[in-house]
């Protein structure tokens, strides 16, 4: 079966424009994570949806970040006014629900470079 | 707050070596403890985890992992690696009613051939 989609690959983006990423999780899974790679350092976490339940946003590092979750499937990441900082891989997971004992699947991710 | 601490940033060995990855964590209660592992350019794949029960836990390709408590560690461990274990290894924690993991910096892991 399909795994978790993501789209673009990359994006290269000038600083202060906004870009939206989208995710595309595993069909039936109800819970959807973003996480941010920066060059040499671990996965940051950034947003969980579960459901219709309100998302979890605290790991979002400023309010120029935003997710939505429509109909429970596909989501969208937008990063508005983005900074050279903003640069990093964007990943996309996915999990059937109770997170913390489902393993997560992981997508691809969205390169973005904030030149 | 949770953090993990992977010890080693860079590990290269040659083929049939034994492998062993630190991993430790700070959180009091109980956790749920994973290892990942991104092959050169591939997804981020599931190779093990750990929710309860049996502390040594046995994944894919023939890794496994130790779960001491009293030591908040969760180390990785091959007997005799491959060519093809080349990868970034990253450990991650859930607590128990977590909504996220939390990840370690990682291990960039080449194998000699």
């Known amino acids: 079966g399909a795994g978790v989609s993501q789209s673009p690959s990359n994006k290269v983006t000038e600083k202060g424009k906004d870009v939206e990423l989208r995710c595309d999780p595993i069909?039936?899974?109800?819970?959807l994570y973003w996480y941010r790679q920066s060059l040499g350092q671990g996965l940051e976490f950034l947003i969980y949806?579960?459901?219709?339940?309100?998302?979890?946003k605290s790991g979002l590092p400023s309010d120029r970040f935003s997710a939505e979750r429509t109909g429970g499937s596909v989501s969208t990441l937008t990063i508005q006014r983005t900074q050279q900082e903003d640069s990093a891989v964007y990943l996309c997971?996915?999990?059937?629900?109770?997170?913390?004992?489902?393993?997560?699947?992981f997508g691809p991710g969205t390169r973005l470079t904030v030149l | 707050a949770q953090s993990v601490s992977q010890h080693n940033h860079h590990v290269i060995l040659s083929e049939a070596a034994s492998l062993e990855l630190g991993c430790n964590y700070s959180?009091?209660?109980?956790?749920?403890l994973f290892w990942y592992v991104q092959y050169p350019g591939q997804h981020l794949q599931l190779l093990l985890k750990?929710?309860?029960?049996?502390?040594l836990v046995k994944g894919i390709k023939g890794f496994e992992a130790e779960f001491i408590k009293s030591k908040f560690s969760f180390n990785l461990r091959k007997p005799s690696v491959q060519w093809s274990d080349t990868a970034e290894y990253f450990c991650?924690?859930?607590?128990?009613?977590?909504?996220?993991?939390?990840f370690g910096a990682g291990t960039i892991l080449r194998v000699k051939s």
């Open positions: 949806f579960q459901g219709n339940s309100a998302p979890d």
């Open positions: 991650a924690v859930n607590s128990e009613y977590g909504n996220k993991l939390v």
């Open positions: 997971a996915s999990s059937l629900s109770k997170p913390a004992y489902n393993e997560q699947f």
């Open positions: 069909s039936g899974h109800t819970a």
């Open positions: 959180y009091g209660g109980t956790v749920n």
């Open positions: 750990y929710f309860s029960g049996d502390p």
